[in-house]
């Protein structure tokens, strides 16, 4: 049972816009950054989003990151069959003093 | 470039005491607000964060598993050590570490992975 929770799958055919929701408590997404990683089966998760809606060098402005209270969204637009993949979210928790994450959303570009 | 890689052993016994060791290279250990965390993940399911270790030695433990962990640092080594008690069989997962540093504040760059299986 994770902190955080996502929506086990989510889907979406080529060129929509897609959105996976993060959900928390005040004790970690309502005080702290949120961060989205990306993970291809079989190899290290990847940093999509940091500081809840910040792009690293070299990933697509086609992924955005967005907070409101206790919650979280990814979005990817324009989707592509390489986008398929699971995302996790992450942020600190003050009351358990660590980092948590979500139990990950797994994508299908139909 | 920043690269880390973890190392150890691949098969555990239970009851066992399991030490992996992350090499990196790229970054100094001794920089302010640099840390290197360790997070793993069993086979099919979602990612666990086990403990960070700051430049400044600051320590910081999954509350649910801080009595079986420890984490070092050999900055001259450029090595991150963590070490994991009493291991069980749940305990078989791929273990990753990974870089932080203030200008993401997340866990930015990750190695490869390690699999850690525990069988008797």
């Known amino acids: 049972q994770s902190v955080l929770t996502q929506p086990p799958s989510a889907s979406g055919t080529p060129g929509q816009r897609v959105t996976i929701s993060c959900s928390g408590s005040?004790?970690?997404?309502?005080?702290?950054?949120v961060y989205w990683y990306q993970q291809f089966p079989g190899t290290a998760p990847k940093l999509l989003i940091y500081?809840?809606?910040q792009r690293p060098s070299g990933v697509p402005d086609r992924f955005s990151g967005s907070k409101s209270g206790t919650s979280a969204s990814l979005a990817i637009s324009g989707l592509r069959s390489e986008d398929e993949a699971d995302y996790y979210c992450a942020t600190w928790d003050d009351s358990l003093s660590g980092w948590v994450f979500g139990g990950g959303t797994k994508l299908t570009v139909l | 470039q920043i690269t880390l890689k973890e190392s150890g052993p691949t098969l555990v016994k239970p009851t066992q005491t399991l030490t992996l060791t992350c090499t990196f290279s790229g970054f100094s250990l001794s920089t302010s607000g640099v840390g290197v965390g360790w997070i793993r993940q069993p086979p099919g399911k979602a990612l666990e964060w086990l403990a960070l270790?700051?430049?400044?030695?600051?320590?910081r433990y999954s509350p649910s598993l801080k009595s079986r962990l420890t984490i070092t640092k050999d900055t001259s080594k450029n090595q991150v050590v963590l070490t994991m008690t009493n291991m069980d069989p749940v305990d078989t997962a791929t273990y990753y570490c990974?870089?932080?540093?203030?200008?993401?504040?997340?866990?930015?760059?990750w190695g490869q992975g390690t699999m850690v299986t525990v069988s008797s």
């Open positions: 005040s004790s970690n997404i309502g005080r702290n950054y």
């Open positions: 500081r809840s809606n």
């Open positions: 270790i700051y430049w400044d030695d600051d320590k």
């Open positions: 990974a870089h932080r540093d203030n200008m993401h504040d997340a866990f930015d760059i």
